[in-house]
Nanobody, 122 residues
Framework: QVQLVESGGGLVQPGGSLRLVCVAS????????FGWYRQAAGKQRELVAL???????NYTDSVKGRFTISRDNAKNTVYLEMNSLKPEDTAVYYC????????????????WGQGTQVTVSS
């Protein structure tokens, strides 16, 4: 069964750090870009960080310099190192493998997992 399992979230004080882990099953991992997404209460899911097959990375402006995405193809695993966390980083974090169809529509290789809750609060 093709699935994603996210872990590593928790409650942390402002300025703290967490490392999120995403383990993906299936054979597409090594040929797919992967992204970490987050969804705060009452808001739409947004892309936080993306890593390509070749290891090139991109980040949304609000996390640049604080978050680092990485991948281990041998372990089918993607990581998100989060430092200097802020209350506005509070959300459920998900990973997935995005791609665009020939028509340009954004799709995902996997069904969304359960995500992992990150709460930044004093």
């Amino acid at each position: 069964q093709v699935q994603l399992v996210e872990s590593g979230g928790g409650l942390v004080q402002p300025g703290g750090s967490l490392r999120l882990v995403c383990v993906a099953s299936g054979t597409v991992f090594s040929i797919s870009a992967f992204g970490w997404y987050r969804q705060a209460a009452g808001k739409q899911r947004e892309l936080v960080a993306l890593i390509t097959v070749h290891g090139n990375t991109n980040y949304t402006d609000s996390v640049k310099g604080r978050f680092t995405i990485s991948r281990d193809n041998a372990k089918n695993t993607v990581y998100l190192e989060m430092n200097s966390l802020k209350p506005e980083d509070t959300a459920v974090y998900y990973c997935n493998a995005p791609y665009h169809t020939i028509a340009g529509t954004l799709q995902f290789f996997y069904s969304w997992g359960q995500g992992t809750q990150v709460t930044v609060s004093s």
